[in-house]
């Protein structure tokens, strides 16, 4: 078995930064590729940011690109994002994904392995 757990999220004021992590833990060969999605209230999830297994690779929606940065640290099972710049609409639960492929998919359908979520509320 395998579990991710998020942490980091919180009330921040836009403008700010924000880091999240994600921390794999159990049977941590069976995550290679993960990913970051995050919803809104009323919203249906969607893509934030993805990274390789190895690190070398990373993707972004378009709506993040330049203000969120995906890294990994593979020695502490853990992978981060950081979100720079926010704004009011970043305000969602982001949740962290593994899947056993090397290279982050879009979509969520290809990852089995999901976080719990952590709310990040953003306030003008």
């Known amino acids: 078995q395998v579990t991710l757990v998020e942490s980091g999220g919180g009330l921040v004021q836009a403008g700010e930064s924000l880091r999240l992590s994600c921390t794999v833990s159990?049977?941590?060969?069976?995550?290679?590729?993960m990913a970051w999605f995050r919803q809104a209230p009323g919203k249906e999830r969607e893509f934030v940011s993805g990274?390789?297994?190895?690190?070398?690779?990373?993707d972004y929606a378009d709506s993040v690109r330049g203000r969120f940065f995906v890294s990994r640290d593979n020695a502490k099972y853990t992978a981060y994002l950081q979100i720079d710049s926010l704004k009011l609409e970043d305000g969602a639960v982001y949740y962290c994904?593994?899947?056993?492929?090397?290279?982050?998919?879009?979509?969520?359908?290809?990852?089995?392995?999901w976080g719990q979520g952590t709310q990040v509320t953003v306030s003008s």
């Open positions: 159990g049977y941590t060969d069976s995550v290679a590729a």
């Open positions: 990274i390789s297994g190895h690190g070398s690779y990373t």
């Open positions: 994904a593994g899947q056993a492929g090397e290279s982050p998919s879009r979509s969520e359908q290809d990852y089995r392995t």
